[in-house]
């Protein structure tokens, strides 16, 4: 089958939903929350999908405001991860970032979420910060760090 990557409309927003709890588990975002993001000025969605297939695998909601561009989430279905589709998603956004005028992407990631810093790292993006305590988990919380892409110089 072949992988396609599209923008987020309406009708895709409650089977992201479901890949979205499959993602954070902890912290799922429901339709309606993906639509008040979505809404946001600045703020888009896209999606990769397999052709005939049944639900979306791997998502991105990122906001572009002025010179800057912001990861809100990305997520990849379990089954489908290490199959290049978060890099798929990433690429669009550089381009679509670049296109607007943004000159830095910024995101935050848990700092037990290995799999995710590496893809950032290797990805171009460089650790600037630190949020303690910023994701719940089950009780406990864990610290969110915060990266940075320069796009432009």
Same mark, same amino acid.
């Given at each position: ?8 409309? =309406?009708?895709?927003? =409650?089977? &992201? ?10 912290? /799922? ?7 008040? &993001? ?20 791997? +998502?991105? &909601?990122? +906001? ?12 990849? /279905?379990?089954? /489908? ?25 910024? +995101?935050?990631? =848990? ?10 790292? /290797? ?25 940075? +892409?320069?796009?432009?110089?």
């Amino acid at each position: 089958m072949t992988r396609r990557l599209r923008p987020i409309g =309406a009708a895709d927003l =409650a089977g &992201l939903a479901r890949l979205h709890a499959q993602c954070f588990p902890d912290d /799922a975002w429901d339709a309606p929350a993906l639509a008040e &993001l979505l809404a946001m000025k600045g703020a888009s969605g896209h999606l990769v999908e397999e052709r005939g297939g049944d639900g979306p695998l791997g +998502l991105i &909601l990122d +906001l572009i405001v002025a010179d800057h561009g912001e990861i809100l989430t990305l997520g990849v /279905a379990p089954a /489908a991860r290490r199959q290049g589709i978060a890099r798929m998603l990433l690429d669009d956004l550089f381009r679509r970032a670049r296109r607007a005028g943004a000159r830095s992407i910024g +995101l935050e990631v =848990a700092a037990d979420n290995a799999p995710a810093r590496r893809l950032y790292e /290797a990805s171009g993006f460089t650790p600037t910060g630190r949020r303690p305590g910023y994701y719940r988990r089950l009780g406990a919380t864990v610290d969110a760090l915060v990266f940075r +892409l320069t796009l432009l110089e």
